[in-house]
């Protein structure tokens, strides 16, 4: 090889190594609408990370929410997730300054997770949660749902619990297929609680996804908080502003 052949063969190898391997961004948008259709608020969501194996590996999940008020439309929260440690359980950092209501979730050690929750009025609770294999925190049931995508439009259900981190505590849930006539999506899953007790207090969660195993609908209670006693419920329809140049499902 001739000496410019060899610098820039180098140089190409170089780049190789300072990029990320097949790094990947996905990007939507939702606008949440309360159960009489009143616009709530929107969700842009901006999500980094790479492709492993040809399916990508979130990294990196921001999510600003803003007023959809025409006279008001400015972001009034944040939510930072770090997917790094597990996709399940990502590292959550949330801020509501106009209740003056914070949440972080942490792992301090892999079979614990810590709990920091700033609630409306300034007080504050931490708690203390020993971890488990099945624990899905936040969003992580995104990845839980593709993870599972093939069993899951197979008609077969996922057994899993799920951190309620303002009552420092999990729950048994159920992750499995659904039918419901007011959302329209490609395939519909729903997450209920396992408990027969809680069936009767806490309604299911219902998601849509398109044939590519992006979150297109989401209708239950949500993380963004309504006034200082209860958080919205709503329904969220999702628009996809960028894929990443792999695959969402394994």
């Known amino acids: 090889m001739t000496r410019t052949g060899t610098t820039v063969a180098a140089a190409i190898v170089l780049a190789a190594l300072a990029a990320p391997a097949s790094a990947g961004l996905f990007e939507f948008t ?42 008001n439309r400015h972001p009034f929260a944040e939510k930072r997730l770090d ?10 950092k949330y801020q509501q300054p106009d209740f003056k209501e914070s ?23 931490q708690s203390n949660l020993g971890g488990s294999n099945d624990l899905v925190v936040d969003a992580g049931f995104d990845n839980l749902v593709r993870q599972n995508w093939h069993k899951l439009t197979n008609g077969e259900s996922v057994k899993f619990r799920f951190l309620a981190p303002t009552r420092g505590t999990d ?3 159920i992750l499995e297929p659904a039918q419901n006539l007011s959302i329209e999506a490609d395939h519909l899953v729903q997450i209920r609680p396992e408990s027969l007790v809680l069936k009767f207090l806490v309604d ?6 398109n044939n590519k195993g992006a979150l297109t609908a ?12 209860q ?13 990443p140049e792999c695959d969402l499902i394994p």
Not at 40 to 55: D, F, M, Q, W
Not at 83 to 91: E, G, M, Q, T
Not at 237 to 242: D, I, K, M, S
């Open 103 to 125: 949440l972080e979730i942490t792992y301090p050690a892999s079979d614990s997770a810590a709990i920091v929750w700033q609630q409306p009025g300034g007080e504050i609770k």
């Open 204 to 209: 299911p969660i219902v998601l849509g996804y």
């Open 218 to 229: 989401y209708s239950g209670l949500t993380n963004v908080r309504e006034n200082a006693d």
């Open 30 to 71: 939702g606008e949440a609408e309360s159960s009489t259709g009143e616009a709530l608020y929107e969700e842009r969501h901006r999500i980094e990370g790479s492709c492993k194996a040809g399916v990508f590996q979130p990294l990196e999940h921001r999510v600003v929410y803003i007023r959809r008020a025409e006279s």
């Open 83 to 92: 997917y790094r440690s597990s996709l399940l359980r990502p590292v959550v």
């Open 171 to 173: 729950y048994a849930f």
């Open 231 to 243: 958080n919205h419920t709503a329904t969220i329809h999702y628009e996809v502003n960028n894929y």
